[in-house]
């Protein structure tokens, strides 16, 4: 079995509401690149890769010249061929590596028979666990959806609560100051009783801000804090200062990163990303690291459609010391490329699929629609705020968002979601 042909598409699917974030927002849609590696027996496997529209496509296109006539079930060469890390200096490829991954071992499932769980060890749950993803928002195209002060939060997770059945509640902040985001969050928790809680504001507050942060909600049942500061060293320096654990999916990317944080310990919790490191495999490699260093591990969400989730459950699926649980985007979403329409949540659980690969199938005609959406609006600056002309944040940021503005910038008005 040989790699005969590579493809990519881009595609725009709408959200529910424009989601806001420390660097600046989802203007209301996800810009996803889909790749579909086919093999000389007719096997085609799939992966998805995030935003990049033409780029993206000629990105992943371009390695044709790389993968053609490679023997997808030899994963582990794909590291060196494409993402070897003194070369990746210069072309910096592992997104695309994961990309790729993702689709050789749907190949390897379908060839198999197998689906990928099995190809990984093998299941240790049937289903992920997932927390509420939980966003300041900015009202959709039609005025609803807003999320901009505690009360509405707390009725946003309260609704997520009841149609999906979460149970735990990811704050993503950075957004306003640290002080209303510690209301807001500790709003959350009071209004949730029996629940568990995490805060992520990407990093944007000083080690000072962290630590009093931290602080002020060290009554609250936290699962861990995420990425309160910046960088390696002011995380050792929070952690030192707070009881809450602190997790990271900014620092601790790699293999070198995490010797760095098992020889000098910055996060005890180590969010791994089927993307950001660079495909399924690498996951468990690390995850098989942090279960020997008693290091925390969970599911992190970069944004996703069916095919990126399918690989967060199959990766969520064998990991024994998955203790926390996984983070999605995926329930902001209004609609999938997949067939059958979006997985579903049940008490806040999605089951890991069970059918040879990665165990989802491209809806033909969602693709070319949301294809069609993508040549349509083009891309969006993800790392801007459409609330503030001008504005791109710092590190630790100074200038944080009003949360006295109300309703939907002028910026979106030709954004339809
Ligand atoms: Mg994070």
Redesign the pocket.
């Known amino acids: 079995m040989r790699i005969a042909d590579v493809r990519a598409t881009t595609v725009t699917v709408p959200l529910q509401a424009p989601l806001r974030h420390s660097n600046g927002a989802h203007w209301g849609r996800f810009v996803r690149t889909i790749v579909e590696i086919e093999t000389d027996d007719g096997i085609v496997g799939l992966g998805e890769m995030g935003g990049g529209g033409q780029s993206a496509e000629a990105a992943i296109v371009a390695l044709k010249e790389y993968l053609v006539g490679h023997d997808p079930a030899r994963t582990e060469t794909l590291r060196f061929m494409l993402a070897n890390p003194t070369a990746s200096l210069y072309n910096n490829r592992t997104q695309l590596l994961a990309a790729v991954e993702f689709a050789c071992l749907d190949i390897l499932g379908k060839h198999t028979s197998l689906p990928v769980h099995a190809l990984l060890g093998g299941a240790v749950r049937e289903e992920v666990e997932f927390a509420s993803y939980l966003f300041f928002r900015y009202p959709s195209a039609d005025g609803s959806g807003e999320v901009r002060d505690p009360d509405q939060l707390v009725a946003h997770a309260r609704d997520l609560k009841s149609e999906h059945g979460f149970t735990v509640h990811k704050l993503?902040g950075g957004v306003f100051d640290p002080g209303y985001e510690r209301e807001a969050y500790r709003a959350l928790a009071e209004a949730l009783p029996g629940d568990r809680f995490r805060y992520?504001p990407?990093g944007v507050l000083s080690p000072e801000e962290s630590i009093e942060f931290a602080r002020g909600i060290e009554d609250l049942p936290n699962d861990y804090l995420?990425?309160p500061c910046y960088g390696l060293n002011g995380m050792r320096r929070v952690r030192e200062n707070t009881p809450i654990p602190l997790?990271?999916?900014?620092v601790v990317v790699n293999f070198e990163q995490l010797a760095t944080n098992v020889l000098a310990p910055a996060a005890d919790v180590v969010?791994l990303d089927t993307t950001f490191w660079g495909g399924i495999r690498p996951c468990v490699r690390a995850a098989g690291v942090c279960e020997t260093f008693q290091l925390g591990v969970a599911v992190?969400s970069s944004g996703e459609l069916g095919i990126q989730l399918a690989t967060m459950l199959h990766l969520g699926a064998v990991l024994p010391n998955l203790s926390f649980a996984a983070?999605a985007h995926y329930h902001h979403l209004r609609d999938d490329v997949i067939e059958g329409g979006k997985m579903l949540y049940r008490d806040g659980r999605i089951a890991v699929p069970d059918t040879p690969g990665l165990g989802v199938s491209l809806d033909r005609d969602k693709v070319a629609e949301y294809a069609e959406l993508y040549r349509e609006l083009g891309p969006y600056p993800y790392d801007r705020d459409p609330g503030r002309a001008g504005w791109y944040p710092m590190l630790p940021n100074r200038d944080f968002a009003d949360p006295t503005v109300a309703g939907r910038p002028a910026a979106m008005d030709r954004e339809p979601y």
């Open positions: 993503k992520d990407n995420e990425d997790a990271t999916n900014t969010l992190h983070d």
